[in-house]
């Protein structure tokens, strides 16, 4: 399949050589569109679970939760997902791979969740001990 992908996030969607990635840009630079894309083709041929996170819950639906599906729809992927709205849930079909969209309103309820091994955090609007515990989750390789 072929896709165009705008030219400032083709090398990005492809690396997966760095721990983290900062991604700066003003609003409609595609950057969130792009980081769904990236995630989504990592799901597809990884088995994984990536955990999606802003500060309110409340703004995850009709951001990263959207940017997801819309890229699965750009890649023509939608026989190979299930979205789930309640709870916010998106599952690769094929090896179970699964997306878990959480608030970080109260950074403790995330203790429970196991075996993170993506981490995709929208707006960096977290603070140092919110951070550090996201990363505490990222017990997968």
Not at 8 to 29: R, T, V
Not at 34 to 51: C, D, G, H, P
Not at 54 to 76: H, N
Request: proline share 1%; glycine share 4%.
């Amino acid at each position: 399949m072929e896709k165009e992908i705008n030219n400032h996030f083709i090398d990005y969607i492809s690396d997966w050589k760095h721990y983290e990635y900062f991604l700066l840009g003003s609003y409609g630079s595609s950057k969130s569109f792009n980081t769904a894309i990236k995630l989504v083709l990592k799901a597809i041929q990884e088995k994984r679970k990536i955990l999606v996170v802003r500060k309110v819950f409340a703004t995850l639906k009709d951001s990263c939760y959207e940017d997801i599906k819309e890229s699965i729809t750009f890649l023509e992927l939608d026989n190979y997902f299930k979205i789930g709205k309640s709870p916010l849930e998106i599952t690769c079909l094929i090896n179970g791979s699964k997306f878990i969209f959480k608030g970080m309103d109260d950074y403790r309820k995330i203790k429970s969740i196991k075996d993170i091994s993506l981490v995709w955090i929208e707006e960096n609007e977290l603070s140092e001990d919110e951070y550090k515990e996201l990363k505490d989750r990222m017990r997968v390789k």
